[in-house]
T-cell receptor, first 117, second 115 residues
């Protein structure tokens, strides 16, 4: 199993350009997440999905859109990139939680380093 | 709102010394707690998690953490540091009622190991 993969690994954009980050998982996980990681701020949740065709906003959703057309893929889009979106982006996935049982582990991809000039 | 505070953005210890990384949480009810590790240029990996089964939780690579409700703490320890432990460590919290297993991360502690 490849686990969680992210494409591309690196990208440089100019302000105003658009791009899509692709996340794929082969573990049949229901839940998928997009985070951004900035120095001294840990990871912050951008958007997440609890299943195919459903998405929801996280802590810092502004300037991003997402889609989950297939269970195994979760796409993160930047319509008009800004320098404030320079960051490392991580995708994660986890299995469905059973009621109030312990939350399942999130599995992370290797990250995409994005620079917006 | 839930949160975690990691005391010390950078900790340096000698090889073979005790590792202690501090984490305090803020939650109205005992939450689920996690420690993740991030090696350079990699994603995060789960070290251990607390889900109320036992207050002392053992993880991979001899790491362990103790949940102390009275102190609202979940500090990470390892008896003897190894050079390969150099990484960034994140404490995280999840509300038992949280949908989609959402978790909130602390700001991270970078662990350096001196030869």
């Amino acid at each position: 199993n490849a686990g969680v993969t992210q494409t591309p690994k690196f990208r440089v954009l100019k302000t105003g350009q658009s791009m899509t980050l692709l996340c794929a998982q082969d573990m049949n996980h229901e839940y998928m997440y997009w985070y951004r990681q900035d120095p001294g701020m840990g990871l912050r949740l951008i958007h997440y999905s609890v299943g195919e065709g459903t998405t929801a906003k996280g802590e810092v959703p502004d300037g991003y859109n997402v889609s989950r057309l297939k269970k195994q893929n979760f796409l993160l889009g930047l319509e008009s990139a800004a320098p404030s979106q320079t960051s490392v982006y991580f995708c994660a996935s986890s299995r469905l939680s059973s009621g109030t049982g312990p939350h399942n582990e999130q599995f992370f991809g290797p990250g995409t380093r994005l620079t917006v000039l | 709102a839930q949160s975690v505070t990691q005391l010390g953005s950078h900790v340096s210890v000698s090889e073979g010394a005790l590792v202690l990384l501090r984490c305090n949480y803020s939650s109205s009810v005992p939450p689920y707690l996690f420690w993740y590790v991030q090696y350079p240029n990699q994603g995060l990996q789960l070290l251990l998690k607390y889900t109320s089964a036992a207050t002392l939780v053992k993880g991979i690579n001899d790491f362990e953490a103790e949940f102390k409700k009275s102190e609202t703490s979940f500090h990470l320890t390892k008896p003897s540091a190894h050079m390969s432990d150099a990484a960034e460590y994140f404490c995280a919290v999840s509300d038992r009622d949280s949908s989609a297993s959402k978790i909130i991360f602390g700001s991270g502690t970078r662990l350096s190991i001196r030869p």
